[in-house]
C-alpha cells in the first residue's frame, strides 16, 4: 500500500476546530499518516539536529500534504522554519543523497482560512486570491521538483457550523481519495 503523509502545521491542535476535524477525518483513510508537527517539535526545529530525521520521513512517503492554517496570509512559523531547515538540507546539502530522490513526489496544500472566499480575491478584504498566496509553496515546490496539485481550502473556517465543518471534512477526504487515486502509479501500488 503507498503511504500518504500528512504534516500537520498548527500552533495548537489542541484548540483547533477545523484542522483537527479534517485531520481526523484523513486518519480513517488507509495508508494516510498524519504528524502533529507541532506536538513533535513544540520549541522549533533544529536544524542539525531534525532535519535528517524529517528527510528520511519524506522520503519514505508516495505523496505530501502540508496542512497548516493561514495567518497573516502566510503559512505558520513552524513551516517556514522546517521548509528551511529540511529542504535546505535536502536540496543544497545533501541534493545527490536525498533532494534528488524527492523530486517527482505529489505535494497538496490543504490550508485553512478564518475569511469567506470572497474576501480572497483581487478588490476583497484580503486583497488577493488564495492561491496568490501560495505562490511562494508553489515556487518551493517547482524548485524541489515536486508535482503541485490544486490546493484544498476550507474559508470561514472559525466560523463553520458542526454540520458545515462534516461537510467539509468529507469534502476533504473526497479531494484526497481523489488526489491519491490520480498520484498513484502501478509500479507503486505492486511494490507495497
Known sequence: MSKTLIL???PDLTRSRANATLAAAAAKLPGVEIVDMQAAYPQGTDFLKDSEREASRLLSADRIV????????????LLKAWQDAVLTRMFYIAY???G????????LIAATAGNVPEAYRE?????????????????TANRCGLGW?????????????????EDAAN??????????AAT?????????
Open 66 to 77: 502540508l496542512q497548516f492554517p493561514v495567518q497573516w496570509y502566510s503559512t505558520p512559523p
Open 96 to 98: 545527490e543523497q536525498e
Open 8 to 10: 500537520l502545521f498548527h
Open 149 to 165: 496539485a490544486t490546493p484544498f481550502v476550507l474559508y470561514a473556517a472559525d466560523k463553520i457550523s458542526t454540520e458545515g465543518l
Open 184 to 192: 498513484s502509479t502501478p509500479n507503486s501500488e505492486a511494490a507495497a
Open 123 to 139: 478588490g476583497g478584504r484580503n486583497m488577493f486570491p488564495m492561491i496568490e498566496l501560495f505562490a511562494p509553496l508553489r515556487a
Open 100 to 107: 534528488r530522490k524527492l523530486e517527482g513526489t505529489p505535494l
Open 171 to 180: 469534502r476533504y477526504v473526497d479531494a484526497l481519495k481523489v488526489w491519491i
